[in-house]
């Protein structure tokens, strides 16, 4: 048996870079210090609903037929280089040197593409271009932050080495006695896993979060507000904002309980405004907790290349920005793309089904190492390599910090990375369009 340390979690936002892998051979027998998800994630190299060639599907069948690797980045080629507005969307669970050559063929194809923030954090992005944001890192968080609050968001179970690494209980340079130094807080509807070891817990009505957070800003300024707001008495809401003014460095957590409720990027809004309120009185930050583990690089890559962090339409023959028109799923809805490819995501298990009823009709790729929903329904699947896992490459953890993850195993034998099968289609989608 072998053992590779200092190995990146290809999974959730945190990236934890401390995993250790047992190798016996080239196969992965165990990890040390992954989380139970972390851990499938490795394990998942060798599990048995991995795609071992590329496959084409007959339209109006379900049957697949195996085929080569030139057969399927030549017949991908041929799809994308003749679509008028192909769409491209996913991103998030590679790395962020294929998300740049999957950026190029969009533009060079004049298509639309987008990542799995405009279903998630995507509001969180909207407030930040309006109001700005003040944000830190993950290891500022471990060695100085005295109080921690997770709003619409369950980290024990999405996240789940988040507390243990970063936030509650290690022991930091200002926070020697880590768990004892911190103070947790809590907000969510339901009495969540997290809520359950938090110091405060308040329990804010489903869709509410906008209202409180403005009662919040209004006590933080001494003003007076109503006995009950959002479902959450007063004396409670005054109790966070003192509490939060006697910190030393405080940390707002956020997530999709805030970002894909009623308000949207309004609750953000709030939430950032709240925190560069709290400046006056103290230090105080925010950071969304970010779920595919590069998401977050593939806004930064979209950025460096068009100045865009999703949703972003080549159509035009230049890049423009507007989510609730360019982003996948308005696409899809209104049939505005006329053939897709989706990698590095499954929005055939999360988006609408009138969205994916439209897809299963037009001419679509899939790249994905394993069987999904949206791999069923695709015309072309064509198998990848895992990052992280089988292939090196980098990933911006949530706070916006560039990790490079290690290779720990081979692929098996004949699978090809994302970022090789994207460069042959950019290739060859140039040529048959008489780029140089
Ligand atoms: Fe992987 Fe996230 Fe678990 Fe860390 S918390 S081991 S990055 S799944």
């Not at 695709?378 to 706070?399: H, N, W």
């Not at 034998?413 to 289609?425: A, C, P, Q, T």
Request: glycine share 8%; net charge negative; proline share 6%.
């Amino acid at each position: 048996l072998r053992v590779v340390t200092d190995v990146v979690c290809p999974f959730c936002g945190t990236l934890c870079d401390d995993i250790k892998v047992v190798l016996d051979g080239n196969r992965i027998v165990d990890t040390m210090n992954a989380c139970i998800i972390g851990n499938e994630k490795f394990k998942s190299a060798q599990a048995g609903h991995r795609i071992m060639q590329p496959l084409e599907r007959e339209d109006g069948t379900t049957e697949f037929t195996p085929v080569s690797y030139d057969y399927a980045i030549e017949k991908a080629a041929q799809i994308l280089a003749s679509a008028k507005r192909p769409l491209y969307y996913g991103w998030s669970s590679t790395s962020c040197e294929a998300q740049e050559i999957g950026n190029e063929l969009a533009e060079v194809t004049g298509g639309v593409t987008d990542n799995t923030a405009s279903v998630c954090h995507g509001p969180s992005i909207l407030a930040i271009q309006t109001v700005g944001a003040p944000m830190c890192t993950l290891g500022e968080v471990k060695n100085r932050a005295d109080l921690i609050i997770y709003w619409g968001c369950n980290p024990i179970h999405a996240h789940p080495r988040h507390m243990s690494r970063y936030t509650i209980y290690p022991r930091g340079f200002f926070t020697e006695r880590g768990f004892d130094d911190r103070t947790l807080v809590v907000v969510d509807p339901r009495p969540t896993d997290t809520a359950k070891q938090a110091d405060i817990y308040i329990q804010v009505e489903q869709g509410k979060d906008y209202e409180l957070l403005d009662a919040l800003r209004t006590v933080t300024r001494g003003e007076d507000i109503p006995d009950v707001v959002a479902g959450v008495k007063k004396e409670q809401i005054k109790e966070l904002a003192e509490v939060a003014k006697s910190k030393k460095f405080g940390l707002l957590f956020f997530g999709m309980g805030v970002t894909q409720t009623t308000g949207k990027h309004r609750n953000i809004d709030m939430a950032i405004s709240w925190t560069q309120d709290m400046n006056k009185y103290t230090k105080f930050n925010l950071i969304p907790m970010r779920g595919h583990y590069n998401v977050t690089g593939s806004g930064q890559v979209m950025s460096w290349q068009s100045g865009f962090p999703f949703a972003m339409d080549f159509s035009r023959g230049y890049p423009r920005y507007n989510p609730g028109e360019t982003a996948a799923n308005d696409i899809l809805l209104r049939h505005e793309c006329d053939a897709a490819l989706i990698i590095a995501s499954d929005p055939g298990a999360h988006f609408p089904v009138e969205a994916m009823k439209y897809y299963a009709q037009i001419p679509t790729i899939a790249i994905d190492p394993h069987y999904t929903p949206t791999t069923g329904i695709s015309k072309l699947v064509i198998p990848s390599s895992i990052i992280g896992v089988e292939e090196e490459g980098t990933a911006y953890r949530m706070d916006n910090v560039p990790i490079r993850c290690r290779k720990v195993v081979d692929a098996p034998k004949g699978i090809l990375s994302d970022e090789e099968i994207l460069r042959r289609i950019l290739n060859r989608v140039k040529e048959l369009k008489g780029i140089p």
